[in-house]
């Protein structure tokens, strides 16, 4: 079982361009949240069932508590993370290249 609660997700490029926005941007200080979505656990398994149906998927989730996540102070230094679906598709692609997603 996994917990059902959000996931937050960041793809590694915009995680790289939100640190050069932050280097770069002279009024730019302290700490910075940087996630690109926010996302139910259970969404992302059924977008990746979606993409990628061939693969053994969780099927039982529980109740966690959640904690808010606020990405302001990243979005006022223009940021702006790709699409969820393009991230997954991506992902899911480098995971079949290294071997790293077992089949049904």
Not at 6 to 13: K, N
Not at 37 to 42: R, Y
Not at 55 to 84: G, H, S
Request: glycine share 6%; net charge neutral.
């Amino acid at each position: 079982m996994i917990p059902k609660n959000l996931q937050t997700i960041v793809d590694v490029r915009d995680c790289a361009e939100a640190l050069l926005l932050a280097f770069e941007d002279p009024k730019a200080c302290g700490r910075y949240i940087c996630v690109g979505h926010s996302i139910k656990k259970k969404e992302v398994i059924d977008i990746a069932k979606r993409l990628c149906p061939g693969y053994n998927y969780l099927k039982q989730y529980i109740d966690l508590c959640e904690v808010p996540i606020n990405t302001e102070r990243m979005l006022q230094l223009a940021w702006k993370p790709r699409p969820l679906e393009e991230t997954l598709v991506d992902a899911i692609k480098q995971f079949q290249e290294a071997g790293l997603l077992g089949g049904t």
